[in-house]
T-cell receptor, first 114, second 113 residues
Framework: GESVGLHLPTLSVQEGDNSIINCAYS??????FIWYKQESGKGPQFIID?????DKRQGQRVTVLLNKTVKHLSLQIAATQPGDSAVYFC?????????????FGQGTILTVHP | GAGVSQTPSNKVTEKGKYVELRCDPI?????LYWYRQSLGQGPEFLIY????????DSGLPNDRFFAVRPEGSVSTLKIQRTERGDSAVYLC???????????FGPGTRLLVL
């Protein structure tokens, strides 16, 4: 759901479940999208990326889906583990004059219960 | 290989003071980025270097903020006349070339009292 300031969206799952984290982006010109995982006290860690000419990309236990029609991005984590607990951010790169600039979403807190 | 490193990891200063934050990118990465992250928010873009030059500094909030990368490797973010609102985590990232995957350092936690 919608959240403002410190009230990030949260997702709580049991170990072994599949997790789906969603992200809406605003810039239809964005051509590159990335998911980052951030643990407390650490910098964002790259998970997976996708270019706008693709609608799906798979990594190890993770899949990113891109729906450009509705400007929606999702991250699917298979067999979620307690070590997956973190804040997850989607980020977009608009290219063009904003070539090097990533714009981040607000983040989703994932909690995995053993 | 070594990732992006940032020093100091924590910095406490008083309002009005000058601070410098350092970033060592991944070796061979030509692009370097600075972001600022406030509590409960995603990182916000500050500036992007391609080599020694600032390719995009549109995110710097005002003229108290300045960054340099004189030899195309290490970068320093400089904040003059710090204000309490500057308190945040300052993140540095690098990529092989501009527009490619950005890898982040651990950040410098700045607290302005």
């Amino acid at each position: 759901g919608e959240s403002v300031g410190l009230h990030l969206p949260t997702l709580s799952v049991q170990e072994g479940d599949n997790s789906i984290i969603n992200c809406a982006y605003s810039n239809s010109a964005s051509d590159y999208f990335i998911w980052y995982k951030q643990e407390s006290g650490k910098g964002p860690q790259f998970i997976i990326d996708i270019r706008s000419n693709m609608d799906k990309r798979q990594g190890q236990r993770v899949t990113v889906l891109l729906n450009k029609t509705v400007k929606h991005l999702s991250l699917q984590i298979a067999a979620t583990q307690p070590g997956d607990s973190a804040v997850y951010f989607c980020a977009e790169n608009a290219g063009g004059t904003s070539y090097g600039k990533l714009t981040f979403g607000q983040g989703t807190i994932l909690t995995v219960h053993p | 290989g070594a990732g992006v490193s940032q020093t100091p990891s924590n910095k406490v200063t008083e309002k009005g003071k000058y601070v410098e934050l350092r970033c060592d990118p991944i070796s061979g990465h030509t692009a370097l980025y600075w972001y600022r992250q406030s509590l409960g928010q995603g990182p916000e873009f500050l500036i992007y270097f391609q080599g020694t030059g600032a390719a995009d500094d549109s995110g710097l909030p005002n003229d108290r903020f300045f960054a340099v990368r004189p030899e195309g490797s290490v970068s320093t973010l400089k904040i003059q006349r710090t204000e309490r609102g500057d308190s945040a985590v300052y993140l540095c990232a690098s990529s092989y070339q501009g527009g490619e995957t950005q890898y982040f350092g651990p950040g410098t936690r700045l607290l302005v009292l």
